[in-house]
């Protein structure tokens, strides 16, 4: 756990030891998640990762699993 402080101007900074291991030594983004359990900040990258996991659990095993299928199904379901 870290402990990191706020500006007035609501700036932070993450110690130098985190924003290595999250790649982020030379400036970078975060994207910051607000849960009832508090606040998660994730890289862009952690980010892309988390959300192709999510999106295997439904798409697994499915080769059409792309957005044109996806429309082109919706469409001959609605009889269009």
Request: net charge positive.
């Amino acid at each position: 756990m870290a402990h990191v402080s706020i500006t007035p101007s609501g700036r932070m900074s993450l110690p130098a030891e985190i924003r290595k291991r999250l790649g982020v030594v030379n400036g970078g983004a975060l994207l910051l998640e607000e849960t009832p359990d508090g606040v998660i900040l994730r890289t862009v990258a952690q980010s892309i990762a988390r959300a192709q996991t999510m999106v295997r659990k439904f798409t697994a095993g499915n080769t059409n699993a792309s957005v044109d299928a996806f429309l082109a199904q919706r469409k001959r379901d609605s009889g269009e």
